[in-house]
């Protein structure tokens, strides 16, 4: 029986095979494992991408925002604008700097509703923290509007949306500071955990420089309280192969996205929209439905592979239930995280394999 899984990571490994090898023996035989010339390569060539002067390297997405907002120095007591509906690794950058997330329903792209920005906004709010959910820009020009009005720091999280852009540019570069994740399954994705901010404030850059590597600038001078957030020197490698073929990576998955787009035709699965100033890179294609178990279980029947991104918006998660910000009422990031559903999309997905997720879909009733 046929069996689509939701993502196949050794194809895109296969179609740069070679590259991929060449670059991984070079750093095995250099005997130089962690932040080095490979890191500093990549982090120039992905500031470059991005359009920023700086780019960090760092441990992972999480880390990223967790760094990126320490730099800013938001801490206990700061409130900090973010969206509902996200991966749980947003609310964390705030938290874990004891800050607290105010919630902001999404709007119909599944992005933060810039029309509800302003009346969240305190005397205590530090920032607006944007996410690219899904791999689609936000309204930057909005975020940024709000931002400037308010003196309020803006991050970007882009852990889903590396190359996306908004009014052509890329996003990453509109914030104080943009937040990658190179987690295996992200657009760019390392062969391990990796992620990176990306900025054009030298302060920010080097503050980040410094507290990836225990808070010092030279070896054994611990200027500030930092922790071990390092890029390696295998991950940079393989990213900077990868960097190289990520325009035409994202070309492959919204070719794909568009053939859902146009050919998946049943009143029961509502389509993903994309705004004309937004491009989207399809880190996930998110569908509705209304019965969505009944979906899955006949998806599954079908061998086809589906996952909920996120089933538990952050506010409910066990973890924050002790807050008294976590009962807040949310009723669209509620419904809406009991509608969603991500279809399988992935670098090197077959034709074949997307004919047989669109007819299945469309046999639905
Ligand atoms: C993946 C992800 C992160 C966290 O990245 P990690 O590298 O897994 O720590 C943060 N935010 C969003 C929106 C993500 O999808």
């Known amino acids: ?117 302003e009346e969240k906004i305190t005397s205590r709010t530090k920032a607006i923290l944007a996410v690219h959910l899904y791999g689609q820009a936000c309204n930057m020009t909005a975020v940024m509007e709000i931002a400037k009005k308010y003196q309020l720091y803006v991050i970007e999280d882009c852990a889903q949306a590396h190359g996306a852009t908004w009014n052509g540019k890329k996003v990453g570069s509109f914030g104080d500071v943009g937040c990658f994740s190179f987690f295996p399954t992200k657009n760019l994705g390392a062969f391990g955990d990796g992620g990176a901010i990306t900025t054009n404030n030298a302060h920010i850059a080097e503050t980040v420089q410094k507290l990836r590597n225990y808070g010092s600038a030279i070896k054994y001078h611990h200027e500030i309280e930092g922790v071990n957030s390092r890029l390696d020197e295998m991950q940079a490698a393989l990213l900077a192969v990868k960097l190289r073929h990520l325009d035409e990576l994202t070309a492959e998955r919204v070719s794909i996205a568009m053939r859902y787009c146009n050919e998946i035709k049943n009143p029961l699965v509502k389509l993903p929209l994309c705004r004309e100033s937004a491009s989207h890179v399809f880190h996930l294609f998110v569908v509705r439905v209304r019965a969505r178990e009944r979906f899955r279980d006949y998806l599954k029947q079908r061998g086809i592979d589906t996952q909920i991104h996120y089933p538990i918006p952050p506010h409910k998660s066990k973890c924050y239930e002790q807050y008294a910000w976590s009962k807040v009422k949310l009723p669209l990031t509620e419904q809406a995280s009991d509608e969603i559903v991500s279809l399988p999309l992935y670098n090197g997905m077959t034709d074949d394999e997307i004919s047989y997720v669109i007819q299945a879909i469309n046999e639905f009733e």
């Open 1 to 117: 029986m046929t069996h689509i899984c939701f993502n196949v990571l050794n194809r895109q490994y296969q179609k740069y095979e070679k590259e991929y090898d060449e670059a991984a023996l070079k750093v095995l035989h250099s005997g130089w494992y962690v932040l080095g010339k490979q890191v500093e390569a990549f982090e120039s060539g992905f500031s470059d991408y991005v359009g920023t002067n700086y780019c960090v390297g760092l441990n992972s997405g999480l880390d990223a925002l967790i760094l990126a907002i320490r730099a800013l120095d938001i801490g206990a007591g700061d409130e900090v604008i973010v969206p509902a509906n996200t991966y749980i690794a947003t609310v964390l950058g705030i938290t874990e700097n004891h800050a607290v997330p105010v919630f902001v329903e999404p709007d119909e792209y599944y992005n933060i509703d810039v029309n509800k920005i």
